[in-house]
């Protein structure tokens, strides 16, 4: 086992507006902070970060655009990280003893015969099942146009091929850094009287994004819905998914504004019809850490709502407990082992089929809690967030692992040479397939 601190290089080619982003950002922290690893974060994307600031974060611009037209983003995905790791070969590597790399693992070939450096590979969810919201709903989607597969089907085996490389990582739950979440929240501070209200509230954490299912979301009698997340102007889903939740709000007839941070850039379009005094739908993109942490623990707030199905974690569950909330979230993928629902006794939340009556009778109980019945869930919701989801635990899983990966030595590079120039050759041969199929 290694017995000095490590220095780490954590790969990640977006950061910003997620919980799987939220995830890699926490683990680096605790590395650094608990454990004094000495940790450095290498990025692609521009978006604003409010939580790096204790961190070493290395923007390395890339000469290539995230899509053409709103398409071929995974292609370009994998050449930017590419680009990426070209950099740091060139410039920083060697000062390395480990790498961390998660989402996309085109790069690892490349680190481990360039640098001959062990490399720890987090895959979230592969890309190959995650594509167009496949597996999103109960069962895979069945209606990709042959196009589609032939797009996808080099790709989806780069990733097969790639995967079996590297040290995986085996964590039973992520984590979370709890301390960011029950700090003291000065309720005079402009960014949360942004989002301040006496309404009684419903909080719903999640990206902008179609597979999110926020049109789940349930209706509000008399009450505040607040949605709230991560939202990419350059995205076409997030924009798509904002203007869908629009419509609906207007159709139903309710009142509605956005929001966004007061010292954002972000460019969002103009909608008609919006009403900035105690709207029933409040949409809040890319929030601080201190206005999450001042919606979770507002006195307002009712519960929090998970619409996602079949996600592989979920971190707004967890971000709920501590802070003591109850949580309504569907009754698949990750809530079904962060949430007890039954017995009733040791319940820290609501776990329902997605279906409105169903959710609707859920939401009903919660909002009849009373005092005692409601103290009793938030302690029970905070006890086992604290016990089972601590960025401490997750840290230190962390380091066994890295610390397991530097043990084994340099890399050896015999036949690695042939795995890279495969993965060279194959996007190369990519780029001109689809440049010639746009030109």
Known sequence: MVSSKLRIAFIHRDLGIGGAERLVVDAALGLWQSLGHSVDIDRVTTLQL???????????????????????????????QLHLTMHLTCTSTHQYDVFFVDQLSTCIPFLRML??????????????????????????????SILKYIY????????????????????????INIAAYISPVDPSDSDILQVASQRRTLLSLNR??????????????????????????????????????????????????????????????????????EPDILFFLNFTTTQRSGLLQAQSTLALLYTPTNEYFGIGPVEGMVCGLPILACDSGGPTETIVDQPADQR??????????????????????????????????????????GMEAMAKSFEEVLEEAVSMGPV??????????????LLVTLIFQYGSFLG
């Not at 939580?51 to 890339?62: A, E, K, Q, S």
């Not at 629009?246 to 007061?262: C, D, H, K, P, R």
């Not at 820290?348 to 009793?376: M, N």
Request: overall charge positive; some cysteine; aromatic content about 10%.
């Open 412 to 425: 050896s590079r015999t036949g690695m040479w042939l795995v890279m120039l495969a993965v060279l050759g």
């Open 152 to 175: 996808r089907f080099p790709m989806d085996w780069l990733e097969e091929v790639i995967t079996s490389i590297p040290t995986s990582l085996p964590l039973d739950y992520p984590g």
């Open 348 to 389: 820290t939340g609501w776990l329902y089929r997605p279906q409105l009556l169903v959710c609707a009778q859920a939401f009903e109980e919660i909002c009849s809690l009373s005092e005692t019945d409601r103290k009793a869930l938030s302690q029970r919701a905070w006890d086992r967030a604290q016990q089972m989801f």
């Open 50 to 80: 409010s939580f790096t600031g204790r961190l070493r974060v290395h923007h390395v611009v890339p000469p290539l655009p995230r899509s053409i037209q709103g398409k071929f983003h995974i292609m370009f995905a994998h050449a930017r």
């Open 115 to 144: 640098c001959g450096k062990r490399v720890v590979f987090y895959c979230h969810f592969l890309d190959k099942l995650l594509a167009n919201g496949a597996y999103v709903e109960d069962r895979p989607r069945k209606n990709d």
């Open 208 to 277: 902008f994004e179609m597979k999110k299912n926020r049109n789940k979301d349930p209706k509000t009698s008399g009450l505040r819905l607040v949605l709230a997340g991560g939202y990419d102007p350059l995205l076409e889903d997030n924009i798509r998914t904002l203007r869908s939740l629009i419509e609906l709000v207007q159709f139903s007839g309710l009142t509605y504004n956005i929001v966004t941070l007061l010292q954002s850039h972000v460019a969002v379009l103009s909608f008609p019809k919006i009403s900035s005094n």
